[in-house]
């Protein structure tokens, strides 16, 4: 069955750094882009980034552009966020999803697309 386990979340303060990680199974990595979506209590899901399934395309939030990366190890079947210069507007619970055989050169960013999810990792960033 198509599992994703995130890992890597913990308590930083501002400018800080963290590294997630994505640990999939279950299905073929390889064929598949990955998103990183994140979740604030009493806001909406955005979408963070993505990355398609060679590596050949990512995807920033303006929010984040410049202080995260995110990168993937086919060979691990494990995507990596890298968050540098965390801020305190970076707290929330952080989720990876699959979608599955997503041959395009890109990836895709809104959640709707996603169709299997992990169950998320706390990111808190404060003083």
């Known amino acids: 069955q198509v599992q994703l386990v995130e890992s890597g979340g913990g308590s930083v303060q501002p400018g800080g750094s963290l590294k997630l990680s994505c640990a999939v199974s279950?299905?073929?990595?390889?064929?598949?882009?990955i998103g990183w979506f994140r979740q604030a209590p009493g806001k909406e899901r955005e979408g963070v980034s993505c990355i398609s399934r060679d590596s050949g395309y990512t995807y920033y939030t303006d929010a984040v552009k410049g202080r995260f990366t995110i990168s993937r190890d086919n060979a691990k079947n494990t995507v990596y966020l890298q968050m540098d210069k965390l801020e305190p507007e970076d707290t929330a619970v952080y989720y990876c999803?699959?979608?599955?055989?997503?041959?395009?050169?890109?990836?895709?960013?809104?959640?709707?697309?996603?169709?299997?999810w992990g169950q998320g990792t706390q990111v808190s960033v404060s003083s």
């Open positions: 279950g299905f073929r990595f390889d064929t598949s882009a």
């Open positions: 999803a699959a979608r599955l055989f997503w041959y395009r050169g890109s990836c895709p960013r809104g959640e709707n697309e996603y169709k299997h």
